[in-house]
Structures are given as C-alpha cells and as structure tokens.
C-alpha cells in the first residue's frame, strides 16, 4: 500500500467512524501532513481520491468538508406508460417536471454506446434533442434528457424540429405526419461517471455519478417497421435518487 494509499485509509475511517462528520470541515493540508508525516503531495492524492468516491468536498479558498449524504428520493420502477394532456410520460415521477429551457436540437455522430441499440453503423448520423428538465416552481434542474434518432428517419422531419407540436415527438410518430404506428418501449437501467457538462447542469458534487435510465422506441408500421427510431437516455443525480421496486410474494 502506497502512502496516499494508507492516508486515503485513516481519512475514509475517520468519516466512516463519526470523527469529521458530514459537513464539517476536515483539517488543513498542514495540519494532516504534521498529523501523518507525509508531504503535501500525498496529502493532496489522499484527499483528491476521497474526493472522486464522493466522501469529501473541496471548496476553493474554504477547505475541504466531509460530503453530505441526504436520504434519497425513491424512482418508482414503473413497466407502464400513461397519457396527460401533454402526451406519453412513463413515471409519476416524471409528470410534472417541465422544461426549464427551449429544448436543442442538432445533428452528429452516433454515440458508441447506443449504435447497437439503433441498429446503426459507427459514425452513422443521428439527429439529437436535449432537454433540461426540473421543478417549474424552483427551477431546479433534476433530470437530463437527450433523445437521439436515426438521421435517415428524423433528418427534415418534424422530429428536427425545435417545436415538434402536441403530444411531442411521440405523437408525430404515431399520428399522421410520420405514420409509424403503435409504438412500443423497452427501458434499461444504469450508471456511470457524469460528464462535465451534466455536473454543472445537475449541480453534482465531485465523484457523484449519474442514474441513468436508457429507453428504446420501436416503431409497428410504415418505412420504420421494426426499427428502433429513437433512444432515450435520461440522467439524475444518483447520490440524489434510487430506483425502489415492489416485491410481491408468489
């Protein structure tokens, strides 16, 4: 074990064990060098790895505090999809988050990750619309929303528009505009490391990863039957939000 190694230990202990509790502030580089007679440098490697598994916070010019962990807010597991006066919306969660900005709309290359499930080719184009969704009262950002649809589809259609009309995309789909007939939804769940950008919009504390929830839309008829004509990914704060389930006994 190296020493920013053994250092990252204690600190990680004393969090666990209630010595520096969440919020308050851990002592300075000076203080823990003296404490653990290591440099500086393994000081700063200690505390910027407690820092990336999200226990601590530096704040520039004010020191380094333990992270606070509030108690999640709970993601029902919903395999239904309803209807408002909005259109389709597939969580009671969801339904009363608005968009707290004009939607974007651009066209670029298919992300890797999501190539197989659009059934694309590498560097195939896809036409993506993000959106900042949250609270309308507080404008709060919670969820991040980006759908990306296969460019031979979506490009000079209504679903590259900015404002694609009532019941959004889905029901441009389904209705006569594109006639892609009654849609199907198949969800995935997962996390992985936030990117810069959805940080700042969610308003992440170091090392705080995103839940995110991976949807595919397939369409039944016309030209697209049987393709998959978009994917969803939607991000939350994971440090923020949990997915609870019921269990039933059988």
């Known amino acids: ?7 990252a230990n204690r600190l990680r202990t004393a969090i666990a064990n209630g010595e520096y509790r969440p919020g308050s502030k851990i002592p300075t580089e000076d203080e823990l060098e003296d404490q653990h007679g290591v440099s500086r440098t393994t000081i700063r490697r200690a505390v910027a790895q ?5 226990l601590l916070q530096p704040v520039r010019k004010g020191g380094t505090y333990v992270q606070q962990h509030p108690a999640r807010e709970r993601l029902i597991l919903d395999t239904n999809v309803w209807r408002d006066e909005l259109g389709y919306y597939f969580s009671s969660v969801t339904q009363p988050l608005r968009p707290l900005q004009p939607p974007t709309v651009a066209e670029g290359p298919c992300p890797p990750d999501l190539v197989a499930l659009l059934g694309l080719q590498a560097g195939a184009s896809v036409v993506i619309r993000d959106r900042v969704m949250g609270d309308p009262d507080t404008g709060r950002a919670v969820q991040l929303a980006t759908s990306y649809l296969p460019a031979d589809l979506a490009a000079g259609t209504v679903l590259a528009e900015a404002d694609t009309g009532p019941g959004g995309i889905y029901d441009r789909m389904e209705a006569a505009d594109l006639g892609w007939g009654r849609l199907e939804w198949a969800g995935a769940i997962s996390a992985r490391a936030a990117t810069p950008e959805e940080t700042r919009l969610l308003g992440l504390a170091p090392g705080v990863p995103v839940l995110c929830v991976t949807r595919t839309t397939t369409a039944t008829e016309g030209p697209a039957a049987g393709r998959v004509v978009e994917v969803n990914v939607t991000r939350r704060d994971a440090s923020r939000f949990e997915v609870g389930y019921p269990i039933d006994r059988r």
Request: hydrophobic share 35%; glycine share 8%.
């Open 1 to 7: 074990m190296t020493r920013w190694q053994d250092v």
């Open 50 to 54: 407690l820092t990336t598994e999200g």
